[in-house]
């Protein structure tokens, strides 16, 4: 017998991802914790690309206070030191 999980896990993945964009970062963050496939997508770039604010500019590394190899990673460096924005832009917050 398979579990809820399991048949949801069937999806394709880029449903997935979209469905898990569609929920809030604390949401996101716990749909990581069901399973192997759920973690992989609420990780994705495809997922932390909604999460960051849509006219955030390029950085170069170097503009960054830390390393940011996924957009997971820029959307925590920039909640953790958000000196890297424009004045004009809005703050990045990640509810804890």
């Known amino acids: 017998m398979e579990t809820a999980a399991g048949d949801i896990e069937r999806l394709p993945e880029d449903l997935l991802a979209t469905v898990i964009s569609l ?3 604390p949401d996101a963050c716990r749909a990581a914790a069901v399973s192997q496939t759920f973690r992989a997508m609420a990780d994705s770039d495809t997922v932390w690309s909604h999460f960051l604010p849509c006219n ?3 950085f170069d590394q170097d503009e960054l206070a830390c390393r940011a190899s996924s957009n997971k990673a820029l959307f925590k460096c ?5 000196a890297g ?10 509810a804890r």
């Open 23 to 25: 929920t809030s970062r």
């Open 56 to 58: 955030l500019p390029e």
């Open 78 to 82: 920039l909640c953790n030191k958000p």
């Open 85 to 94: 924005l424009p004045p004009v832009q809005t703050h990045v917050h990640a």
